[in-house]
Structures are given as structure tokens and as C-alpha cells.
């Protein structure tokens, strides 16, 4: 709730102490030993002590004391004493890291993705953090760009879920509550379709597809009330999102009617220029300032062009008014005129950062994030009883289980596998190489452990700095020194347990073909070590469920489950006509579907039964099916339900997930699984730039992955 008229306070403001507003710089300029004297600037752009002294935003720096005595030297010098929003990239944690999102993703549980939020909120909240640059909502369907680690999968529907719990455990019912933060989306827009998968690429995206597949994310936050936007580094359609202006104002602005403050991405506004959209930093500014964004993240264009594009009238006192406003009424919302620390406590960071609470949650969060890909002979769960066990490869004991999105993670407070796995069964260990060297020394001594043992559990992956930002990969192999480990290892012939550490879907080629199980763990986050043992000796049963397609190997990409189909389709797998969509040496579907991971129980799925075979634009349908769980263990499924609309004015999507719902069941339970079908789930994107369900036959999908499915028809008349 906004309580404070600015309009005196703008008034007052020179044009220099506006610009500075809607600058933010890096917290290091800040402080040294004593926090007190400005640092110099390691991007090349000049930082005067006037400007920083009247900046509206500080970025990286955390810790209550720390940011208490910031913020007090910077209102000592403020000549209006407006505080200043302290922001930082609390992508999944602060603290206490939880996986990566696309391992949250994978748990298909919104109230857990709201509590991670939440926990990582309050923690970053006592140590002075006012903003955080989450969700990321890119739609992703290319596993060779780093950044996939960020989002949550290559499905809208998902994505819309998830977007909404983030922005919901962050700021609660009002960001002036204690221990809530502001939101920001990110990337506005399309930044996960970069061409190639390629960091920083450009984007070619129909108007079709950017409304269909990849604008609703961002959408849904905006509509959950997240207060801030990032735009995205990337051009979309020729055109740098950062100067946008269909994007930024008729977009998300005028249509969507967000009002809350747009923030550029790193040093954004100055590359308008190695962009080509700008011919010097000036015009950048000009063109980063019409297209509407208020606050130009580290470079300094705004604050060394603004004066001189006002007074050639390239931009407008009005323009930059408007947005200051914009930027108080966030500090406002804040309750930082009151209380310029918000939450920032030093006695209460102590108590709440990593405290037995928010491990217990990440643990759980770890262990749901998990995803059984392979279990031949049902090996896993793993008897603690046990023995003659080995635990080889080069995250058997690497605490290194925090991508490099992990805030103020600490490896030392991380739970290693060896560590986790300690606490349930006896085990011999070897590292066998590194994440991407090793030695002869080092593969001998894993060979004689191997030798030694009846069971073993290769931990493999990538390294933290192979994903996430500028952590594009060419291949999506393992290194080839772990490659050489595990088939030195399937050579033995004894049973092995693959565990993968790593951000992004993987080609796994021998590895799935030999391995006995494979359990995809992902950067598991602070309790990640205690997560894979409870799964591994089945304390906890997986129930993960992928969100992005492992592709068979690197020519499908990208390979994804809701694409529009062909009019040559392949149909069956083996289907051997030359003349239809295929290729001629690896198969059309992925090696691990989207939706796909399997649990220690077996699940049956009774015959599909619809209470109406029509449907009105005034009615529904409900669509009922008996799930049974036929194996010896308890377990949890993921029931999925995908539609598909046979024929319309254009070409729709094969399927379409539209919703899902996770049932747990004992051996021989069995339950009756419920979902509602109405006019506005079979909406889309029209050719005549509507939204709009089309009268027609449609076929509704159950199973437990996007390729085990049963189907039924129903009719939608107008």
C-alpha cells in the first residue's frame, strides 16, 4: 500500500540525483576494511562521489551489519534521505541452498517450491536483502545453454504454476511483511530460445510462439504481483530486448498493466551498442529510457547521457520523473522510509541463516527433487545391510553440490555423498579422476576398490562452472575422463549405480545403456548428500518427475514433447518408411521423456472414463481413472493429463500438459484419480491475435510420463 505523495519530493530532485535513482551499482564500491570508502570501478565506467552517494540501488552486497552501515553512511550524505533497496540473486536459497530450479522443478509440488521461496526470503531479509532477481521464467527446450539450470522446463502450463509459488513465497500477502523481499522476473523475454543454445545469442521467435509458449510465465508473475522485471540480454526478432518498446510498454505495460518497476540486466542499456541497435552510449540511453526501463543495472549510461538526451529532447523530464516515482514507490511499498533496514537484524541472521529448520527443508526439497531414470532388477533400494559396498567417481566425497547460483552457500557447510551415505552403510571409497582430469594413480585405486566390492555407486557429473550463466556446452557428454571411469568400471561387471551431479539434461549414451540405475540429482543443493542416501537405501522414495526432455543425443536438440506435428509423422518408433519426419541413425524421441522418472512401486492405470463425451463453453467434463499401486512398496505418482486439439485453425501441439496430481499409495491401495476439463483449459492463441477455444474433437490423455499414455475423445461445441 502506497501512503507517501512524492510529487514535492521529485520536484526537489536535481536531474542528477534522479539518474542516479535509476542507476545501481555494485555493492564493492561500498566498502573496504572499515566499509567506509568508496572502491573504484572494475566495468571501466566512472563512478564520481556525488553519483554514488545518490544512487537508488546497491547490487552483491549481503550481511546486516554490513548493509546497516552502508545504508546509514549513504542517508548521512543523501541530501533527501531516500534510503536505498539493497538487491541480490537469491535464486534458490540464500544460506541455506536448496536445489537448482530445475531441480525444484522436477518435484511437481508448488507448496514446496512456495516454501522454498519463503525460507529463502526470510533468510535473505535478516541479513538486509530487499530484492531478489527470481523467478527466472525462461521456457527452455535447449539443454546446450547453461541458463536451463535456472528455470524450471520446457512446459508453459509448469512454468505458470511455478512462477506463481515463487513470486508468492518471496513476497507473501504484502513485501512490507517481515522476512518478505520483492520479486523480480527474469528474462523478459524469450531469452531461453537463444539461437544455438548459445549464452547472450539472439532469438527468432514466430508472434505465435512467443504468446503460445513462452510469454505466460512471465505473465503469471506478473499477474501473482511480482514489483519488479528484468528484461533479457537477448534480441527478440531483431530487436534488444532492453529497447523494446512493444515489448516494455505495449506489452507489459499497456496490456498486461504492470506498474512496478523495470530493472535491465547487467551493463544491458551500454551493450544497445556492440548490439548494433545504438551508436553510442548516448542513444543508448535514449532508446533504454523511451522503451520504458527505470533502472539501469551497474553501467553508468543513464547517469553521464540523461541530461544531454533531455536537453536534445530525445527523452523527457516526464519519462524520468515517472520512473523515479515508480523506484520510491517500491522503497515505499518496502516500508524503507520508516525503517530503512527492513529486516535486517544481526542477532536474528545468527538464529535464522542455516538453522535446523531450513536444513530439514532442503533435505526434503533435495530428496523430492530426485529422479529415478533407471532401476534394472529393481537394485535400488539398497539394503542396509549391505556389504562389500563402493562408493567411486569424483563427487563421492566433493562438496561441491551448490551451482554457482548458490548466494552465500558455503562448501563447508555442504553434506557430501560419502558423508550422507556414511550415516546409512559401510562403504570403501575412491575418486577415480576429477570432474575433467585425472591420473593413472587415481583409476588404478578405484579399479582395486571396484574389484573388492558386490555393489557400486558412481557419483559423476559436471562442475558448478559448466552451467548456469555463460556455461554453454557444445556437448552434453560427461567429460571424457569420467566417460573412461565408468566404462572401466561396467568392465568389472559388477552391479552399478549411477548417481548424476550436474544442471542440465545429459547425453548419456553407455552410461544409460550399462548402468543398472541411474538417479539424476542435479546440483542437490546443502543437504544434497543426506537426500541421495535416504533415496539410494529407500528411507525416502523417489517421486521426482522430469520437466525437461533428456534428449537421446545432441542432433535431436531441441527436443521437446509439445511440438506441432507434421504431416509426415513417424508414428511408431519402429516404423521403417524412408519418406516421413525421422532420421536416418538415432530415433525421433527423446531418451527420457518429459514427465518421466520412475519409484520403487509399481503403479496400474484402469481404463479412462469421462462423464460426458461434449463439452459447452457453461460445462465441464470430469475425467476419471483407478490408479493402483501393484508392487511391494509404498509409493508416489504423478498422474499427468495432456490434451490434444485434433484439428483447429492452425496446427495445435501434440500434447499439451494441462494438469497433473501426485497420489501416494500403499502396496495394493488403490484410489480413484479426478480431473476437471472446462472451455478455458482448451484456449489458445488465434490467428486473428484472439484467445479463444475453438468448437471440435478433442483427445484427453492419461498416463504417467508424456509418452505412457491412454486417450479418450471428447467434443467441444460452440
Not at 532388477?377 to 547460483?405: C, F, M, R, T
Not at 467434463?621 to 485434433?646: A, C, F, H, L, P
Request: neutral net charge.
Amino acid at each position: 500500500m502506497i501512503s507517501m505523495d512524492f510529487t514535492k519530493l521529485i520536484d526537489d530532485m536535481t536531474l542528477g540525483e534522479k539518474l542516479a535513482q535509476m542507476t545501481q551499482l555494485l555493492g564493492n564500491y561500498y566498502v573496504s576494511d572499515d566499509y567506509g570508502k568508496l572502491m573504484g570501478l572494475s566495468y571501466g565506467f566512472d563512478v564520481s562521489e556525488k553519483m554514488a552517494w545518490n544512487i537508488g540501488s546497491i547490487l552483491g552486497l549481503t550481511g546486516a551489519a554490513k548493509l546497516k552501515h552502508v545504508q546509514d553512511e549513504y542517508l548521512k550524505r543523501s541530501r533527501h534521505k531516500i534510503p536505498l533497496m539493497f538487491m541480490q540473486d537469491v535464486v534458490h536459497g540464500f544460506r541455506t541452498i536448496f536445489p537448482s530450479p530445475l531441480g525444484l522443478a522436477c518435484t511437481w509440488d508448488t507448496g514446496l517450491i512456495e516454501e522454498v521461496a519463503s525460507i529463502s526470503a526470510k533468510e535473505a531479509a535478516v541479513s538486509g536483502i530487499h530484492v531478489t532477481f527470481s523467478p527466472m521464467v525462461d521456457l527452455v527446450r535447449d539443454p546446450r545453454w547453461g541458463r536451463v539450470i535456472e528455470s524450471t522446463g520446457e512446459d508453459p502450463y509448469l512454468n505458470c504454476l511455478y512462477a506463481k509459488a515463487f513470486v508468492k513465497g518471496y513476497q507473501g500477502n504484502s513485501i512490507r511483511d517481515k522476512f518478505k523481499i520483492a520479486a523480480c522476473v527474469k528474462h523478459f523475454a524469450g531469452y531461453g530460445a537463444c539461437e544455438a543454445g548459445r549464452e547472450y545469442n539472439t532469438t527468432e521467435i514466430s508472434q505465435y510462439s512467443l504468446k503460445e509458449y513462452y510469454l505466460p510465465a512471465y505473465r503469471a508473475a506478473v499477474d501473482a504481483g511480482c514489483k519488479m522485471v528484468m528484461t533479457a540480454f537477448n534480441s527478440l526478432n531483431g530487436i534488444p530486448c532492453t529497447g523494446n518498446k512493444k515489448l516494455l510498454n505495449n506489452t507489459l505495460r499497456d496490456k498486461w498493466g504492470f506498474d512496478g518497476v523495470i530493472i535491465s540486466d547487467c551493463t544491458a542499456i551500454y551493450e544497445l551498442v556492440p548490439h548494433g541497435f545504438a551508436e553510442n552510449s548516448a542513444e543508448a540511453c535514449a532508446k533504454a529510457i523511451n522503451a520504458g526501463i527505470d533502472i539501469e543495472m551497474v553501467s553508468t549510461t543513464y547517469y553521464e547521457n540523461g541530461k544531454a538526451n533531455i536537453e536534445s529532447s530525445k527523452i523527457t523530464m516526464k519519462q524520468i520523473d515517472e520512473a523515479v516515482l515508480r523506484i520510491l514507490r517500491l522503497k515505499e511499498e518496502l516500508g524503507l522510509f520508516k525503517n530503512p533496514y527492513k529486516d535486517a537484524d544481526e542477532a536474528k541472521e545468527k538464529e535464522i541463516l542455516l538453522c535446523k529448520k531450513h536444513r530439514e527443508a532442503a533435505r526434503r526439497a533435495a530428496a523430492r527433487s530426485l529422479v529415478l531414470l533407471k532401476n534394472s532388477g529393481n537394485i535400488l533400494p539398497i539394503s542396509k545391510k549391505q556389504k562389500n559396498v563402493a562408493l567411486i567417481g569424483p563427487y563421492a566425497e566433493s562438496k561441491e553440490l551448490l551451482d554457482i547460483w548458490k548466494c552465500e552457500g558455503r562448501e563447508d557447510e555442504v553434506v557430501s555423498i560419502s558423508e550422507g551415505l556414511g550415516q546409512k552403510l559401510d562403504f570403501l571409497t575412491a575418486r577415480g579422476c576429477g570432474i575433467r582430469e585425472g591420473t593413472n594413480e587415481e583409476m588404478q585405486h578405484a579399479l582395486e576398490v571396484a574389484e573388492k566390492s558386490d555393489l557400486i555407486i558412481l557419483a559423476l557429473g559436471e562442475h558448478p562452472d559448466m552451467s548456469a550463466e555463460a556455461g554453454s556446452r557444445g556437448y552434453l557428454t560427461l567429460p571424457r575422463v569420467q566417460r573412461q571411469l565408468a566404462s572401466r568400471i561396467f568392465e568389472t561387471g559388477k552391479p552399478v549405480v549411477i548417481v548424476l551431479i550436474n544442471g542440465r539434461p545429459l547425453e548419456l549414451g553407455e552410461i544409460a545403456k550399462k548402468a543398472d540405475a541411474i538417479l539424476e540429482a542435479w546440483f542437490p543443493g546443502t543437504e544434497g548428500g543426506n537426500a541421495i542416501a535416504d533415496i539410494l537405501v529407500g528411507d525416502i522414495y523417489p517421486s521426482g518427475r522430469l520437466t525437461m526432455s533428456f534428449p537421446f543425443t545432441i542432433g535431436q536438440v531441441p527436443v521437446y514433447y509439445n511440438a506441432l506435428p507434421t504431416g509426415r509423422p513417424k508414428g511408431d518408433d519402429n516404423n521403417p518408411e524412408r519418406f516421413v519426419s525421422r532420421y536416418r541413425d538415432i530415433p525421433n524421441a527423446p531418451l527420457y521423456p518429459f514427465g518421466y522418472g520412475l519409484t520403487y512401486a509399481d503403479f496400474s492405470y484402469g481404463k479412462i472414463s469421462l462423464s460426458s463425451e461434449i463439452i459447452t463453453p457453461d460445462s465441464s467434463i470430469t475425467v476419471k481413472v483407478n490408479i493402483k499401486n501393484t508392487g511391494g512398496k509404498s509409493g508416489t505418482e504423478t498422474v499427468q493429463m495432456y490434451i490434444r486439439d485434433i484439428a483447429g485453425s492452425m496446427s495445435r501441439p501434440v500434447l499439451e500438459l494441462k494438469g497433473f496430481e501426485r497420489i501416494t499409495l500403499k502396496p495394493g491401495e488403490e484410489a480413484p484419480v479426478q480431473f476437471k476439463i472446462t472451455e478455458e483449459m482448451l484456449k489458445f492463441n488465434t490467428l486473428e491475435d484472439g484467445f479463444a477455444a475453438e468448437a471440435g474433437r478433442f483427445k484427453v490423455y492419461i498416463g504417467k510420463n508424456s509418452k505412457d499414455l491412454q486417450s479418450a475423445e471428447f467434443e467441444l461445441k460452440a
